[in-house]
């Protein structure tokens, strides 16, 4: 049974930092795409940043996180990081580990991703 559990959610103030983690377990960790979707109140749930097992996309983060966010993994662990500096209110979301195994899957959004960690919650304050 894949398994994603995630930690490392809080509430900062604008400006600060936070890193999620998220290990899993019942799978090759190798072989699947995993990263993080984020959603905010009232809005759908959109990618942040993830590891593609496509190798036309290996590595994504949205436009709206890139410079402030980065993904990271230690495979051994079984852990995939995500470090989030700058913080703005509108990072304000529940955050998601996800994963999967079919190949571009995450390019297809978060409808066709086929494994979720609960959400985190990242608050952050103006």
């Known amino acids: 049974e894949v398994q994603l559990q995630a930690s490392g959610g809080g509430s900062v103030q604008a400006g600060g930092s936070l890193r999620l983690s998220c290990t899993g377990s019942g799978f090759t960790f190798d072989d699947y795409s995993i990263g993080w979707f984020r959603q905010a109140p009232g809005k759908g749930r959109e990618a942040v940043c993830y590891f593609s097992k496509s190798d036309e996309d290996p590595t994504y983060c949205a436009d709206s996180v890139k410079g402030r966010f980065s993904i990271s993994s230690d495979n051994a662990k079984m852990t995939v990081y995500l470090q989030m500096n700058s913080l703005a209110p509108d990072d304000t979301a529940v955050y998601y580990c996800?994963?999967?195994?079919?190949?571009?899957?995450?390019?297809?959004?978060?409808?066709?991703?086929?494994?979720w960690g609960r959400g985190t919650q990242v608050t952050v304050s103006s």
């Open positions: 996800a994963a999967d195994g079919v190949v571009g899957a995450f390019r297809h959004g978060p409808e066709v991703v086929g494994y």
